[in-house]
């Protein structure tokens, strides 16, 4: 079964050994199937995976994870950069985190969690910021050290990670909390690792979006199995609150989730395509089609991504 047969999946396996339903890994109330999709975006297996959304708590989740998981992150999951002077240029295209961020703190101690190979972390440091970053890339994690001067802690478990670390004045997760399967703990243990007027910076996949509406399990950021969890915002902001923090800033409009839009129109048309001539066609497709969602997709809530802070109140 090709890459694209993802038509027929769902046919197959729902009569075959899926399960309908599964305890949400957040709440433990139950969850039901969803959808079965495959690893659409990068096609390193055929394997069929099960998303399924809970009933009182919103959460999509992938059951079961699968155990070679670190298997679907290939060594060239980034194209890290070739010098310092390469990663200051890349590094301007992520400087609206750091406008999302400095009208709420403008210096301090910052961990930011997944980096890949740091250009958030180089545009913060650059404006003051005490930088240190926990990465599980190898190849990022030498280039972060060595070249990019920022203190690096290689591990794939940030709470792990974080234990003898901190306090902190601001953590960021920018496209991370989804790749986390066990988010609530590793959220737990961050906030923990926060002092108290500081803030924590949350970006993800928004499962309220119009394209997961219109595009389900083809939607190029449900990213099987790499995304294990699609969070609704709503149950992070409650989440938050239970540990004592205040939502400060929703955003689902910002230049990453509008470039985020763009990115899940062209992915999403361009994956059912197997000819790089009909990729491209619909890649372009893709982009005349974030035009014409932009006024949908720029209405509260519509957008593809969210990006969260909330500030530590107690
Ligand atoms: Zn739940």
Redesign the pocket.
């Known amino acids: 079964m090709g890459c694209n047969d993802i038509f027929k999946v769902h046919l197959v396996m729902t009569g075959n050994g899926i399960d309908r339903q599964a305890a ?6 139950d ?1 039901t199937l969803l959808f079965i999709t495959q690893d659409c975006n990068r096609c390193i297996s055929n394997d069929p995976f099960a998303y399924y959304r ?6 999509i989740s992938l059951q079961p994870v699968p155990s070679d998981l670190g298997s679907y992150y290939p060594k060239d999951y980034y194209l890290v950069p070739g010098s310092r002077s390469e990663l200051a240029a890349s590094a301007e295209n992520e400087r609206f985190k750091l406008d999302l961020i400095t009208p709420f703190i403008q210096k301090g101690k910052l961990l930011e969690v997944g980096p890949a190979f740091g250009n958030f972390a180089y545009i913060a440091k650059q404006a003051g910021f005490d930088v240190e970053v926990v990465e599980m890339d190898s190849r990022c994690c030498e280039f972060l050290q060595n070249i990019a001067g920022i203190t690096t802690v290689q591990s794939s478990d940030a709470a792990q990670a974080v234990q003898d670390r901190g306090p902190y004045d601001v953590i960021a997760l920018w496209h991370v909390i989804e790749h986390l399967p066990d988010f609530q703990h590793t959220l737990d243990i961050l906030a923990g690792k926060i002092r108290k007027g500081g803030f924590i910076v949350i970006a993800a996949p928004n499962p309220e979006s119009w394209q997961f509406r219109i595009l389900g399990r083809y939607w190029a950021h449900v990213d099987a199995p790499r995304h294990v969890v699609l969070i609704p915002f709503g ?1 992070l902001e409650a989440h938050m609150a239970k540990l004592g923090f205040t939502t400060v800033s929703v955003t689902m409009t910002d230049p990453g989730a509008r470039g985020w839009n763009m990115f899940g129109w062209q992915y999403s048309l361009s994956n059912f395509a197997e000819s790089r001539f009909i990729k491209n066609m619909l890649f372009f497709l893709g982009a005349v089609l974030t035009r014409i969602m932009a006024p949908f997709e720029g209405n509260d809530q519509a957008g593809s991504a969210y990006t969260l802070i909330f500030r530590k109140d107690r």
């Open positions: 949400c890994p957040y709440c433990k109330k969850a809970c009933i009182s708590c919103g959460l149950l």
